[in-house]
């Protein structure tokens, strides 16, 4: 006992020795202060000198800082934050309105234009790196708070609402958001929307979502249009208009990516991250979170006019109107647009092709199989491991028979997905044909057609070629409406053997093609297929140039 404390009270004498030591050798305080980068270096080492670090380590100690100040700023960037600044001046909005008046050459250069200017000062390639289906993006435009002049009014939504036959739940709806509960205000009646009636309810603190405003604002329908063209996937438009000092909607996810355009107003915006993995790309929209479901805050920022701020489906978010009015437009695409969905057609064909080709896949289960297979009997295997009888036994081998069978007959399904992801992907490419916009209307020419006729598609996704039942069909959105599946799908049916020529026309864009250069073999049958495309929108003539075939 004696030594022990005769060692504690040595090390207690060493401890304060230590000390002193180190406060005698103290720099002074304005050294510590300095600014200087050579007084920063000196300081850092001080302090490790102090914590116990050997001068050996103080550079790994350095290496380590940046490390992780550069994860900082990674995590930083990843949340996309972007001010413009300095950088160069972003183009006018009447520029980009001018250039949606002229008929594009290249569909698909014209998208890719309009995404440039719908994230700038971001270019697409840092927008789909770091930002596409990963993580919010907020770009303010400090300096062109006009970015977004001239696309759309709160009196451009009163005057659609009074010329237009808008119907309640279906082109608009009112709703409010008070004391943590949302609630839709829109009239039981079927009749169509009164403007008075609805510019009543704004005045009351209600929100004004209109749906669809494409519908009815040509600058608009061409930007999505072009935008489709750029991302493969239906694209669709709302707006919000909110009066100041309230907010209209519940915090909620949605199963679109979404582009929020800060066209009047301002609104100040929290955005959260997915509250689960599987809620990360959501298939599915979000019921109404209370406020004390909700995680941290990612962004939190009041979008000006010209600001935009995109998020990934599957990220919470919700939005006030503070000390002004609001008004802005969500552009949206990418909904049921996944791999999962190329998928599900595939094990549909596959299987169909299977059930073909295998006779053990025609044959019946067991006789019995209900009555040890379902959700009531997915216990057998522990009341077989602790009842320990001959029932539970035999049910338990049983099941595990029939789940081995399937297995193994799911393999033989699961070897045919390269084969019809063509065809899978061919389903997936008629569906969109149905639900994406028409494309603006060529400058054609008069006609008529004849063989020395050029002609060219008016977009280079505006139709698409399968194979249905031993016959040739060429689905086509030239005729679609504004209004999402607001029309039957169209299509043209030809014979087998006029597919290639089909394909041909398909295959000459952005050129053009003559009509005596079409792949038939009688001059009639070059111009039906000529004609036949022409009416339907499909092609529009132009003048003859040089062409690739």
């Known amino acids: 006992y004696i030594v022990f404390v005769h060692l504690r009270v040595f090390r207690c004498l060493m401890f304060t020795f230590f000390f002193f030591f180190l406060m005698i050798r103290r720099p002074?305080?304005?050294?510590?202060?300095?600014?200087?980068?050579?007084?920063?270096?000196?300081?850092?080492?001080?302090?490790?000198?102090?914590?116990?670090?050997?001068?050996?380590?103080?550079?790994?100690?350095?290496?380590?800082?940046?490390?992780?100040?550069?994860?900082?700023?990674?995590?930083?960037?990843?949340?996309?934050?972007?001010?413009?600044?300095?950088?160069?001046?972003?183009?006018?909005?009447?520029?980009i309105l001018e250039l949606l008046e002229e008929f594009p050459e290249n569909s698909r250069v014209r998208g890719a234009e309009l995404l440039t200017w719908l994230v700038a000062p971001v270019t697409?390639?840092?927008?789909?790196?770091?930002?596409?289906?990963?993580?919010?993006?907020?770009?303010?435009?400090?300096?062109?708070?006009?970015?977004?002049?001239?696309?759309?009014?709160?009196?451009?939504?009163?005057?659609?609402?009074?010329?237009?036959?808008?119907?309640?739940?279906?082109?608009?709806?009112?709703?409010?958001?008070?004391?943590?509960?949302?609630?839709?205000?829109?009239?039981?009646?079927?009749?169509?929307?009164?403007?008075?009636?609805?510019?009543?309810?704004?005045?009351?603190?209600?929100?004004?979502?209109?749906?669809?405003?494409?519908?009815?604002?040509?600058?608009?329908?061409?930007?999505?249009?072009?935008?489709?063209?750029?991302?493969?996937?239906f694209c669709g438009a709302n707006t919000y208009l909110t009066p100041a000092g309230t907010q209209g909607f519940a915090p909620h996810y949605d199963d679109i990516d979404a582009f929020i355009m800060q066209v009047e107003g301002s609104k100040h915006w929290r955005v959260y991250k997915p509250p689960t993995e599987a809620d990360n790309l959501a298939r599915f929209s979000s019921p109404d979170y209370q406020q004390s479901d909700l995680g941290p805050v990612v962004i939190e920022a009041t979008l000006q006019p010209g600001d935009l701020l995109y998020m990934p489906r599957g990220w919470v978010h919700q939005a006030d109107a503070q000390s002004e009015h609001s008004l802005h437009i969500t552009l949206s695409t990418s909904q049921h647009n996944n791999w999962g969905e190329v998928l599900k057609h595939a094990l549909t064909r596959a299987l169909d092709c299977a059930l073909e080709d295998k006779l053990s896949l025609r044959q019946?289960?067991?006789?019995?199989?209900?009555?040890?297979?379902?959700?009531?009997?997915?216990?057998?295997?522990?009341?077989?491991?602790?009842?320990?009888?001959?029932?539970?036994?035999?049910?338990?081998?049983?099941?595990?028979?029939?789940?081995?069978?399937?297995?193994?007959?799911?393999?033989?399904?699961?070897?045919?997905?390269?084969?019809?992801?063509?065809?899978?992907?061919?389903?997936?490419?008629?569906?969109?044909?149905?639900?994406?916009l028409p494309p603006p209307l060529g400058p054609s020419l008069p006609g008529p057609i004849d063989l020395n006729s050029c002609l060219k598609l008016t977009s280079a996704q505006v139709a698409r070629l399968v194979v249905e039942d031993e016959q040739a069909v060429l689905y086509h959105c030239a005729k679609n409406a504004r209004a999402y599946h607001g029309l039957p799908i169209q299509?043209?049916?030809?014979?087998?053997?006029?597919?290639?020529?089909?394909?041909?026309?398909?295959?000459?864009?952005?050129?053009?093609?003559?009509?005596?250069e079409i792949p038939m073999e009688t001059t009639d049958d070059k111009l039906d297929i000529a004609n036949n495309l022409f009416e339907q929108g499909i092609l529009y003539l132009v003048e003859c140039k040089c062409h690739p075939h």
Not at 58 to 63: A, N, S
Not at 496 to 514: M, N
């Open 28 to 95: 002074p305080r304005s050294t510590l202060s300095s600014s200087s980068a050579a007084s920063d270096v000196y300081k850092r080492q001080y302090q490790r000198r102090v914590r116990g670090f050997p001068p050996s380590s103080m550079d790994r100690l350095d290496k380590l800082a940046e490390r992780k100040k550069r994860k900082r700023q990674k995590r930083k960037k990843s949340i996309g934050i972007v001010q413009h600044g300095d950088k160069p001046a972003l183009p006018a909005s009447s520029e």
């Open 124 to 233: 697409p390639e840092t927008f789909y790196a770091d930002h596409w289906e990963k993580a919010p993006l907020l770009v303010s435009r400090s300096e062109s708070r006009g970015y977004y002049d001239g696309w759309l009014s709160s009196e451009d939504v009163f005057e659609m609402i009074d010329q237009h036959e808008l119907m309640y739940g279906v082109d608009l709806d009112v709703t409010e958001y008070k004391e943590g509960m949302r609630s839709t205000l829109n009239p039981l009646d079927e009749r169509p929307a009164d403007g008075a009636q609805v510019r009543g309810f704004y005045n009351k603190g209600c929100s004004v979502r209109l749906r669809s405003p494409q519908k009815h604002c040509d600058q608009l329908y061409k930007l999505l249009q072009g935008l489709e063209e750029e991302w493969g996937s």
């Open 364 to 436: 019946a289960p067991p006789r019995d199989f209900l009555e040890y297979m379902g959700v009531q009997y997915s216990d057998a295997e522990v009341k077989a491991q602790t009842n320990f009888t001959q029932v539970a036994t035999d049910m338990s081998q049983k099941r595990r028979r029939f789940q081995e069978t399937a297995k193994e007959l799911s393999a033989h399904v699961l070897a045919l997905i390269p084969e019809v992801l063509d065809s899978a992907c061919d389903q997936v490419a008629v569906a969109l044909q149905h639900a994406r």
């Open 491 to 516: 299509g043209l049916v030809f014979d087998l053997d006029q597919a290639e020529a089909v394909d041909f026309v398909l295959g000459s864009y952005p050129g053009t093609v003559k009509v005596s």
